[in-house]
């Protein structure tokens, strides 16, 4: 039985640091593992701007540990107002690594998002032209569409017509959680890949609702069906290119999840690798770990490999994570799926 595993240091390709008090341990969290991530602009206000990515990356670096190194790959939130050229500009001197879509209402902060795709026309032509990748939240916002079939319905009405009349546009479905997904991402050309979560391989929507309501298995898209998660687990472990690692780690403060209008969002970033390895293993897929967290999201982005590794160790009990983690403005949960591992990374 396979005790140990090094695999080269992964990358995060969609994480949401927050701000302010919340960054020493959201940034600190990632950083022990991870070496780089692509972090979401979705803060309030929304990063719209490359000098807003400036400053943000700044307090990021500045709210890291001396001892840890890790590079923010910073994003820009696409709005009907954004300026091509300044995306063009933000990806050609390195200041950005993507632009993120959020369909308007889709999720946390995302009421700045887009509404009518016809105004985005111009920044996703260019975008195309330089080779920046963009993220897309894979959801319709239509109350009359069910929150369950929210994402299909976004790939045949929106996502298709963007490929469609941007062909040579890297496309990231970010943090996919159906077959449909699956499905199409496989079926599509090189310039489409997805994202998967921790916490979309690790529940479906019996463990959401069925029993009782647990507000930090809350996240969107919302998770699916058995069958959805086995879809989504199919493609992890595939070894396919396609798919990569982007934990969405989402940290909102308890009190604003275990409320009557609970936030979405699974804060994963703690022990994200460790439930990997259980999942992998589980599925007689550890030499496929390291595809999905450390080399295909870094091929897709077109940045370079890490060179350095980390080692995973398998010990004789389950591994023991703090419950939550505590900051000047409240208390955190750290993700906890129904399922124990005995994985541990070494820092
Ligand atoms: O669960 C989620 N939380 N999904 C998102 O798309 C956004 C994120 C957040 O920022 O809280
Ligand atoms: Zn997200």
Redesign the pocket.
Known sequence: MIKEIEIVRPDDWHL?LRDKDLLPFTVNETAKSFARAII?P?LVPPITRLIDAENYKHRIMKALKPNLSFIPLMTLYLTEETDPEEVKQGYKSGQISAVKLYPAG????SQSGVRNYEKIKPVLEIMAEVGCPLCI?GEVTDSNIDIFDREKVFIDTVLDKIRTDNPALKVIM??ITTKEAVDYIFAENENLAATVTTHHLSLNRNDLLSGGIRPHF????VVKREVHRLALLKAAISGSPKFFLGT?S?P?LDHDKESSCG????FTAPNTLEILAHIFEEQKALNKLELFTSISGAKFYGKNINTDKIRIVKKDEPTLFPKKINTPSGEITIFSPNFETKWQVQV
Do not use: Q, S
């Open positions: 949401h979401m979705n889709a999720t946390t902060n939240h970010e943090h809350y996240c969107l898209p969405d989402a909102h936030c979405a969002g699974c």
